[in-house]
Nanobody, 120 residues
Framework: QVQLVESGGGLVMPGGSLELACEAS????????MAWYRQAPGNQRDQREL??????????KYGDSVAGRFTISRDYAKTTVYLQMNQLAPDDTGVYYC???????????WGQGTQVTVAS
């Protein structure tokens, strides 16, 4: 089982920036995917939206609503994935969850979530 600990959420004004971090520990195997999902206010957990994903090897993908504004990156030595969020808007508000999924095993792990609120 992989443990994930997120950090970096908070309150930011529209147009501002935040960086989230997610540190993984435990039975980390490769290849894998580390991703950020977002649960908007009022939505259920099964309605979480994919924000960005990073695959070992360097491939990254983004949700349509964040492409060009958010950047996902990884520090393999620290087994940490980051999400740099720029030009934040109120619609970016939600709980951001880190996800780890090995590509050759059938399980995934979730972090506890970190709240991001974009408001003036």
């Amino acid at each position: 089982q992989v443990q994930l600990v997120e950090s970096g959420g908070g309150l930011v004004m529209p147009g501002g920036s935040l960086e989230l971090a997610c540190e993984a520990s435990g039975g980390i195997t490769s290849p894998n995917a580390m991703a950020w999902y977002r649960q908007a206010p009022g939505n259920q957990r099964d309605q979480r939206e994919l924000v960005a994903v990073s695959y070992t090897g360097g491939v990254t993908k983004y949700g349509d609503s964040v492409a060009g504004r958010f950047t996902i990156s990884r520090d393999y030595a620290k087994t940490t994935v980051y999400l740099q969020m720029n030009q934040l808007a109120p619609d970016d508000t939600g709980v951001y969850y880190c996800n780890f999924r090995p590509l050759t095993l059938d399980f995934e792990s979730w972090g506890q979530g970190t709240q991001v609120t974009v408001a003036s």
